[in-house]
């Protein structure tokens, strides 16, 4: 016994003797150690782990039982949206404007503002627009007939209510009043029956005025100011309206009018000064050779210029504020570049 202890003594001074190897010992020892700690918490967290799978199995499980349970029959549904009496943008999810013929990115857009202005075709500015035979609203008229165009009903600047093409033309349509003393045969002493009355349909030069809605867009990646037309609508004129007032007419959607202009070899911008240089009716828009008068800027009551209250009906105040309208967008587009 005391020999095995000399031995053993021997031993540990041999080791201690013996750096090397002695550390080599004592590293083998620590990394032993260490993994026994490590093992012990990758054993704990596959523990934790699988409760958190078990948890989640049970919650699947009340999920599938709550959709499964009868639905109460008696629970009214929810009533569905009123429909828009303004124009809303609609963008698509790549971020564009559904309604514009050559739509920015709306991250580009830095500054925007809404215009409406109203053409007269009668004025000999705009005559271009309404050759004889060749009038802008003949070419709108003819292509709902066709069923080319969809119009849409004048709601505020909304272009969401279709209108077919029967009830476009019983808008202009003049019928007579029915009544009056029927007409008798001489020979027969009975009223003579008559066909079912006939109307008389506005022509195209009756109906001359239109409002374009359009979108003022500075364009911060192209650093350019554009203007985005989204809606035209026909007015039918104070003296061929049966309130003896302007009555909007219908509606349409500039990017189908963009769209049919190019398609039609005959809508074109006369050019009584050089009929070589005609010029499509969509090439005319774009290149703005249309003379207007602003009606209505974006504002908070949504009041036309004429309603304004500072203005208190005057005509005269109302189209002097419109032309300074103007003059300031020109201003502004003019200055964008001295600051």
């Known amino acids: 016994m005391g020999a095995h202890r000399t031995s053993a003594a021997n031993g540990h001074k041999a080791h201690k003797d013996n750096p090397p190897l002695y550390r080599f010992m004592k590293i083998r020892f620590s990394l032993l150690a260490f993994a026994l ?3 012990g918490l990758v054993g704990s967290a596959d523990d934790a782990f699988a409760q958190k799978r078990k948890g989640k199995k049970k919650a ?4 599938t039982e709550v959709e499964s349970a009868p639905v109460d029959a008696t629970v009214a549904a929810p009533a569905a949206p009123a429909l828009p009496t303004r124009l809303e943008v609609k963008y698509d999810s790549a971020g564009y404007n559904t309604m514009s013929v050559r739509p920015i990115h709306v991250s580009d857009i830095m500054y925007k503002m809404s215009v409406w202005r109203r053409i007269n075709f009668k004025e000999k500015c705009n005559e271009p627009f309404f050759a004889q035979n060749n009038e ?11 069923g080319q165009l969809q119009a849409y009903q004048s709601n505020g600047d909304s272009v969401n209510r279709p209108m077919t093409a029967q009830a476009f033309f019983d808008i202009i349509t003049e019928k007579p009043e029915s009544g009056g003393e029927p007409v008798i045969d001489a020979f027969t002493g009975k009223p003579v029956e008559t066909g079912p009355i006939q109307g008389t349909e506005m022509t195209p030069r009756e109906l001359y005025l239109v409002e374009l809605k359009e979108d003022l867009i500075f364009d911060k990646q192209r650093s350019r100011q554009f203007y985005d037309i989204q809606v035209v609508s026909l007015i039918i004129p104070s003296e061929k309206s049966l309130k003896g007032i302007e009555q909007p007419l219908a509606s349409f959607r500039y990017k189908d009018l ?5 398609d039609m070899p005959n809508a074109k911008w006369y050019n009584f000064a050089n009929r070589a240089e005609d010029k499509k009716l969509s090439d005319a828009f774009d290149l703005r050779l249309f003379c207007s008068r602003i009606v209505k800027m974006s504002n908070p009551k949504d009041e036309p210029i004429e309603g304004m209250a500072e203005y208190g009906g005057n005509i005269k105040a109302s189209l002097i504020a419109s032309q300074q309208a103007e003059l300031d967008i020109v201003e502004k587009e003019n200055e964008l570049w001295d600051f």
Not at 136 to 146: A, G, L, N, P, Q
Not at 258 to 262: C, G, V
């Open 37 to 39: 700690a490590f093992a």
């Open 60 to 63: 699947a499980a009340a999920t």
């Open 136 to 146: 802008f609203t003949r070419i709108i008229m003819e292509s709902v007939r066709r």
């Open 258 to 262: 963009d769209k049919l202009f190019k």
